[in-house]
């Protein structure tokens, strides 16, 4: 994919994005059109025709950003929060494209996130993160029928959940203002970007919704960041957040959605490819997306994956029904961690591509799957983590014989263990 990005001071901004991501990229006068000149310069970057952008800026530079792929379909695309993006036809008209122009509604092209950009993202937050451990026992251990069940234990990642690694990524790729960084977070992200900042000695803010739980709250506070409590559910939390980000300048590092946080996340996968190699299926637990995109980008179809939901907070199940990311309920026990108001832009197409399908679990599901894990490997969970243990035991997974399946446990900053009683 190549880029034509048109003159001026909010697109050079984006020009530059485009580049560092390694997308060819050139900026053309104002009023350029296709038929120009500098097409030839463009043929020398690219064999295709260019995907033109043009970004009319609402916030400081978003972090959400569009890429038009020549491959997507033309039809209705969402405008993330804090974006404001119009695509631009093939032949002029600024308001609309004509049939089998390059633009759609979708903004994400699916190579920029693989296997070669995970592995070169992990090689530089690697000194930052732990590698954390996998264990391999029977799915009979938990009264099912035999098979190779191997736990990935992201549970004991710096800050208690795998959102650490993304916090990381966005940190070191990105250059944070002296305004220091925002994060919007049910409580898991909040306390791997306020970890990462006090461990790079950066200033950051923190918005929660009130259903973030005591214990996130609390260990958010302890790495010293801002908290600030805001709101019913995660969406209001983040709107908070992006009024902030206008007022202070200060660098949004969004939970799900944005490259460096799907890089940071993917890294799971990489790490699992080669504790357990021969896996044949991964289930993942669905919030908005990042670890699901993350791990399907990295395995590309070559391992099954598989998202588990709450019935509450059907996200990507609503998503993948309509053919695009649409608001879903978000009432679940896991609804401070698995229950945004729609799953991320950036990783919808790699859910298309490469997630299998999802399965949707009850809350008392994820509450026995949080005892079974408890009884039987005395590993805590929280409920968003223990969501793919209870597809098995409900059986909205069932595994055929002799599959090795993976279950990412994905964190523990649950109150459910309390040494003070």
């Not at 509604?105 to 950009?117: K, L, S």
């Not at 409590?229 to 992006?242: F, N, P, T």
């Not at 939901?309 to 679940?332: N, Y």
């Not at 243990?389 to 446990?409: C, M, R, S």
Request: proline share 8%; hydrophobic share 45%.
């Amino acid at each position: 994919m190549c880029a034509a990005v048109r003159r001026s001071t909010a697109n050079r901004v984006l020009g530059a994005r485009l580049k560092r991501l390694g997308v060819p990229t050139i900026i053309v006068d104002r009023n350029a059109r296709p038929g120009h000149s500098w097409r030839n310069r463009y043929r020398s970057l690219c064999l295709h025709d260019p995907v033109w952008y043009d970004y009319l800026p609402s916030l400081p530079f978003p972090e959400h950003w569009p890429v038009f792929s020549p491959k997507d379909k033309i039809g209705d695309w969402p405008r993330s929060p804090g974006v404001s993006v119009r695509p631009n036809a093939r032949h002029g008209s600024r308001r609309k494209a004509p049939a089998g122009a390059p633009t759609c509604w979708y903004c994400f092209r699916i190579h920029d996130v693989n296997q070669a950009a995970i592995s070169a993202t992990y090689a530089r937050v690697r000194p930052h993160i732990r590698r954390t451990p996998t264990i391999e026992v029977s799915g009979a251990d938990f009264g099912l029928a035999p098979f190779r069940l191997t736990f990935k234990l992201e549970q004991l990642q710096h800050a208690g959940s795998f959102k650490t690694r993304g916090a990381f990524v966005n940190l070191l790729a990105r250059q944070v203002p002296p305004a220091g960084v925002v994060a919007a977070s049910g409580g898991n992200h909040g306390a791997a970007v306020a970890y990462a900042a006090h461990q790079l000695g950066v200033s950051a803010r923190i918005f929660v919704p009130t259903v973030s739980t005591p214990t996130k709250i609390a260990r958010i506070r302890s790495y010293g960041a801002d908290l600030v409590v805001h709101g019913d559910r995660y969406a209001d939390a983040l709107a908070a957040s992006q009024v902030w980000i206008a007022q202070s300048g200060a660098l949004p590092v969004h939970a799900f959605d944005s490259v460096e946080t799907l890089l940071g996340q993917g890294s799971v996968a990489l790490e699992l490819a080669e504790q357990a190699p021969g896996i044949r299926t991964v289930l993942v637990a669905v919030g908005g997306g990042g670890l699901i995109g993350g791990i399907a980008a990295w395995f590309a179809g070559a391992t099954r994956v598989v998202g588990v939901e709450p019935e509450g907070a059907p996200t990507l199940t609503a998503a993948l029904r309509a053919g695009r990311p649409v608001d879903a309920p978000s009432g679940s026990i896991a609804a401070d961690s698995l229950a945004p108001r729609q799953v991320g832009a950036l990783m919808f197409p790699i859910a298309q591509r490469y997630v299998e399908r999802v399965a949707l679990v009850s809350d008392a599901d994820i509450r026995l799957a949080q005892a079974a894990l408890w009884e039987v490997l005395r590993l805590v969970a929280e409920p968003g983590a223990a969501a793919p243990v209870a597809a098995l035991l409900a059986g909205a997974y069932t595994p055929v014989p002799d599959e090795h399946v993976a279950v990412i446990i994905s964190g523990a900053n649950t109150p459910a263990v309390d040494f003070a009683r």
